[in-house]
């Protein structure tokens, strides 16, 4: 879709938004949340979109809204429309950019497999109060989630180990980005003996992928966003059944928003120092699997109890956050990763659960979540959950003592939490919000959702 920035609103197809106080002059229409109504006017058509009480109004309603007004512009084919931001009529902090990124996510589709290609609207004219400047940074930053969302629906036979870091590797033309790859033949020689058993018995080897990005030389400060990358997650010997496999192209939805998120620094030229790290691996089963019950020696020498080899992310990431550790040595470190199934009992696919060792990280990340939409909710990392991870014949396990399901999101958690060192240190479970199986909702499309490139950029560049 290409955008413009216009004084006045010349499209024949608008988007406008009321709120329920507004909507009193408007017959049959009467402003509530979700409410979408097309009006037409002789030669125009007016897409009405509503916003609830005005008191109730913030960004996350005209962002849904705004997606709902796209996709009504889609269904009637029309090619250009005209989005009318509301900032005029109401005074909602960052509401010209939630009208935009609501139109701009709204209306992603995922076509690559389809032999009819679903209607797109081609040109977007924005009326109102935004700079060309702002309006630019905010198409990069969907661009950034679209991508991933791209990923993270792909094939799991075409997004292998070697794609990702091939992704990686093309974001290398900036002169501010290095890419590091580690193939299997180093992960053994290095001693990531966990992110290599995962990977073992797949036909695409693992990878171990090290994205830098430099864009404040000033600056000491740097900050590791790393992701688990499971291009398919089979459960290995503890083989996942029917009704758990289908979808598990999309466990490598943290490593999609790492790499989303590092395009969009890049293209900003963005002031700031970012490493990406992406632990890249497919879950297979076969003859060269590795073995429930198995004791191995990780990166960071602590040894592991293999008890389930569907608990891969885990193993995956501990060597991958251990080496970013010891090699990159950030100041603090965010890693995304649909880790446990458990997050969905806990919070749906809404919110995403964040794991930290650190308040302030914690309480700035929590505060992005909520400007940018993509919502955190913390959990507690007790002693307890973490005494329940220790090995009888091993340093760790990879399952609690715990009955079956019992707090597995965070004892998930807990086991990072022995690879990372002293640094500030959060983990933030996507299990949930990286994958919508129900209808579109919102800005929220069906399937991948690209959740953590908005959460992140947010996040990095305040
Ligand atoms: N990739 C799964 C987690 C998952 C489940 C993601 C559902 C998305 C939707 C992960 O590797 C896994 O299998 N986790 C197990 C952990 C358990 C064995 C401790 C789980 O959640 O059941
Ligand atoms: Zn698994
Ligand atoms: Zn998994």
Redesign the pocket.
Same mark, same amino acid.
């Given at each position: 879709m290409k955008l413009k920035l216009s004084r006045s609103t010349t499209s024949a197809t608008q988007i406008h938004f009321f709120t329920k106080e507004d909507a009193k002059t408007i017959t049959d229409f009467s402003g509530e949340s979700g409410e979408t109504e097309v009006r037409y006017d002789r030669k125009n058509t007016m897409i009405y979109c509503g916003l609830g009480e005005k008191a109730l109004c913030n960004a996350q309603v005209i962002r849904s809204a705004s997606a709902r007004g796209i996709r009504k512009a889609i269904e009637l084919k029309r090619d250009g429309v005209s989005l009318v931001l509301p900032s005029q009529k109401l005074r909602v902090e960052g509401s010209e950019k939630a009208a935009v990124e609501g139109m701009l996510l709204g209306s992603y589709s995922f076509s690559k497999y389809k032999s009819e290609k679903p209607h797109t609207v081609k040109t977007a004219e924005i009326t109102g109060d935004l700079s060309s400047t702002e309006l630019k940074k905010i198409e990069t930053i969907c661009r950034g989630v679209n991508y991933a969302r791209d990923l993270v629906n792909s094939n799991a036979s075409e997004i292998t180990p070697e794609k990702l870091a091939q992704e990686a590797s093309a974001l290398s033309l900036s002169k501010r980005i290095k890419v590091t790859v580690l193939n299997e033949k180093k992960l053994k020689q290095q001693g990531l003996n966990l992110l290599y058993a995962v990977g073992q018995a797949s036909p695409y080897p693992p990878r171990l992928i090290i994205i830098k990005y430099s864009g404040d030389p000033k600056s000491k400060q740097r900050t590791a966003i790393a992701g688990k990358g499971?291009t398919f &997650?089979s +459960?290995g010997q *503890?083989l996942?059944p029917t009704g758990?496999i289908e979808? %598990?192209r %999309? &466990?490598m939805a943290g490593a999609a928003a790492v790499l989303g998120t590092m395009k969009v620094l890049s293209e900003l030229k963005a002031a700031v120092n970012v490493t990406g790290v992406i632990g890249a691996a497919h *879950?297979a089963i076969g003859e060269n699997s590795y073995f429930p019950g198995d004791i191995y020696k990780s990166y960071s020498g602590k040894t592991v109890e293999i008890n389930?080899s569907? #608990?891969?992310?885990r193993l995956v990431l501990a060597d991958t956050v251990a080496y970013c550790h010891k090699n990159c040595k950030p100041d603090r470190l965010i890693d995304l990763a649909? $880790?446990? +199934? +458990?997050i969905?009992f806990a919070l749906g696919d809404l919110v995403a659960g964040i794991f930290s060792n650190d308040d302030k990280l914690a309480d700035e990340l929590f505060k992005s979540g909520e400007k940018s939409g993509e919502r955190l909710w913390r959990f507690p990392l007790y002693k307890e959950y973490c005494d329940a991870m220790r090995g009888d014949l091993s340093d760790l396990r *990879? $399952?609690?003592k715990f009955k079956k399901g019992y707090a597995?999101s965070i004892? +998930?958690a807990a086991f990072i939490k022995e690879f990372i060192g002293d640094i500030p240190w959060a983990h933030i479970d996507i #299990?949930?919000t #990286?994958?919508n199986e129900g209808q579109a909702r919102g800005e929220i499309p069906q399937y991948g959702t690209g959740f953590g490139v908005r959460l992140l950029t947010e996040y990095l560049l305040k």
């Open positions: 499971i &997650d +459960g *503890n996942k758990h979808t %598990m %999309m &466990d *879950n389930s569907d #608990a891969e992310g649909t $880790l446990t +199934g +458990g969905l *990879n $399952l609690s597995s004892t +998930g #299990a949930g #990286a994958f």
